[in-house]
């Protein structure tokens, strides 16, 4: 069976603006967003996408969803190619994949009622001809997130964020999509409201079959969520797997840095550590080889050198490290001394 989504070498590139006086020169640098990205998502399945701020996740999700048009590589959903620059053959895509976005208040029309948000989500989809039968949808929409007919008439800035977040998820199932993009869904919301968020989504995707590319810098919510596991560091994925074994079993270092991070109840359960140091890298000068070496304790002159590929290690567990595929166990487990960026 076909995947529903599938992504074969994406990459994203955008040109520095430089100074003028660099502009005169002639020189213009070039910023590694995404870089030869390989996924697929089948019918019904979610898809954690995880990893710091700034490391891809968001860009690449925009292509995903042809929102923006990748350098390289090819897009397919249920076997089609996707092509962004081809505006006007995408009505059958917006139809089928939509796109739920961090901040709710910010992706939605402060001049459009919620009732006229919706309503002009379902125009676009071509569906629900009729004032009755649109309305009629519309209140069916709202109580499938949570909300009733109170909320027609209401503006975004009189919602909550919580509300705000419910109406973009309407929005988003307006088309009856196969398969939704959810960009941090929950990180612009209070923690008391996250929960609630997060059980609708999975809820509806029970009952709708959906196929969820779920996207944050959270790896605790990314395990409670997600089938499988993607992690994501400087633009390319170094880690897939089940989702039980990338968060019990973290094959590659930076995985094991995102699982410092999350908090312990009792950290003198931990494993003996190792320190990792070091920022992010500047995506301008982006280092030689292993891109996480800089940061990496268990760097050696080969990370250095070379570039690991991500490669099949077991039937289900893909990881780019050289570490890993010199002894196919699983690295030291390391703590985080730098701060990860919210």
């Known amino acids: 069976m076909n995947a529903l989504v599938e992504l074969t070498g994406v990459s994203k590139r955008y040109v520095d603006n430089p100074s003028f006086a660099a502009r005169l020169l002639g020189i213009t640098r070039t910023v590694h967003a995404v870089t030869e990205v390989s996924l697929s998502l089948e019918r019904g399945e979610t898809l954690g996408l995880v990893g710091e701020s700034g490391c891809g996740k968001s860009t690449l999700a925009r292509c995903t969803i042809a929102l923006e048009s990748a350098s390289a590589g090819e897009v397919r959903f249920d076997g089609r190619a996707i092509e962004p620059a081809r505006r006007r ?140 596991i993607a992690v994501m560091y400087f633009g390319r994925i170094v880690e897939l797997g089940p989702a039980e074994e990338v968060s019990e079993r973290p094959r590659h270092p930076y995985t094991q840095l995102l699982l410092a991070a999350v908090p312990q109840p009792d950290p003198a359960l931990r494993d003996e550590t190792v320190e990792v140091t070091g920022e992010v890298p500047s995506p301008l000068d982006p280092p030689s080889g292993c891109t996480f070496h800089p940061r990496c304790p268990l760097a050696d002159g080969r990370c250095i050198r070379e570039r690991p590929e991500l490669r099949r290690v077991t039937p289900d567990i893909e990881v780019a490290c050289h570490r890993y595929e010199e002894t196919r166990d699983p690295v030291p487990a390391l703590t985080m001394v730098s701060k990860l960026e919210d």
């Open 89 to 228: 053959g995408l009505r059958w895509f917006r139809r089928r994949a939509q796109m739920v976005f961090q901040d709710p208040r910010s992706s939605l029309n402060r001049s459009l009622t919620t009732e006229e948000t919706l309503a002009r989500a379902l125009r676009t989809g071509g569906g629900q001809d009729g004032r009755e039968a649109r309305h009629a949808r519309i209140v069916e929409l709202l109580r499938a997130v949570g909300l009733g007919p109170a909320f027609l008439h209401r503006y975004s800035h009189e919602l909550s964020g919580g509300q705000c977040q419910r109406v973009s998820i309407a929005r988003a199932l307006a088309v009856e999509p196969d398969f939704v993009v959810l960009d941090e869904p929950v990180s612009a919301l209070d923690v008391s409201i996250q929960a609630q968020i997060v059980n609708l989504l999975l809820e509806l995707q029970e009952r709708l079959d959906l196929a969820y590319l779920f996207i944050s810098h959270d790896l605790h919510l990314i395990r409670y969520v997600s089938d499988r």
